[in-house]
């Protein structure tokens, strides 16, 4: 198994561009979740999804959309970047809720000028 | 919400030595991971140890549930052992949101 994956690992954009990241997981999970790690903030999640065709927000969803059309996949959107989303992006996935083990994609480095 | 709080935030620590780390949390759990971030920020699952003890090579992790806290030792540290090392708990709010301590940077000098 390729357990969590991320692409890209890098990416720099200009404010206002637009971007998605991928992220796919091979483990047959029903739940997957978006997180941002900042220094000082620690991990914020993002978005997340319970399964195909059902996403929720999490603590701070403003400037992003997500989808989930398939179990393997969950990508996040970008939709007009702003410098305060340069951060690193983890993408989590787990059997189920709370009390099952979430494994960790490598994550994606944005940096946004 | 959940309160998590781990220490000592820095140490570091001679190639070969032992150290342990501590993670207190605030409310009842039934899940608690460790994570270890490396130097090029990959979050890599170390335990899933809701409760007692278990080891993986040199290292090994317990929690006790009813006190609320999990602690991870290492052994025989190596300069590999260096980063950030995590402890997480689920916050219960309907969302399946981990809860992060901010984290033990470990260095470990040869």
């Known amino acids: 198994n390729a357990g969590v994956t991320q692409t890209p690992k890098f990416q720099v954009l200009k404010t206002g561009q637009s971007m998605t990241l991928q992220c796919a997981q091979d483990m047959n999970h029903e739940y997957m979740s978006w997180y941002r790690q900042d220094p000082g903030m620690g991990l914020r999640l993002i978005h997340y999804s319970v399964g195909a065709g059902i996403t929720d927000q999490g603590e701070v969803p403003n400037g992003y959309n997500v989808s989930r059309s398939t179990t393997e996949d969950f990508p996040l959107r970008l939709l007009s970047a702003a410098p305060s989303q340069t951060s690193v992006y983890f993408c989590?996935?787990?059997?189920?809720?709370?009390?099952?083990?979430?494994?960790f994609g490598p994550g994606t480095r944005l940096t946004v000028t | 919400g959940i309160q998590v709080e781990q220490s000592p935030p820095d140490l570091i620590l001679q190639e070969g030595a032992n150290s342990t780390l501590r993670c207190n949390f605030s409310?009842?759990?039934?899940?608690l991971q460790w994570f270890h971030q490396n130097p090029w920020g990959q979050l890599i699952n170390l335990f899933y140890?809701?409760?007692g003890t278990k080891q993986n090579g040199r290292l090994s992790a317990t929690t006790v549930a009813t006190e609320r806290y999990s602690l991870l030792y290492i052994s025989s540290s190596q300069t590999t052992d260096s980063g950030v090392y995590f402890c997480a708990v689920p916050t219960y709010y309907g969302n399946n949101r981990l809860a992060f301590g901010k984290g033990n940077q470990v260095v470990v000098i040869p």
């Open positions: 409310d009842s759990v039934n899940n």
């Open positions: 140890i809701p409760s």
């Open positions: 989590a996935s787990s059997y189920g809720p709370d009390h099952y083990e979430q494994y």
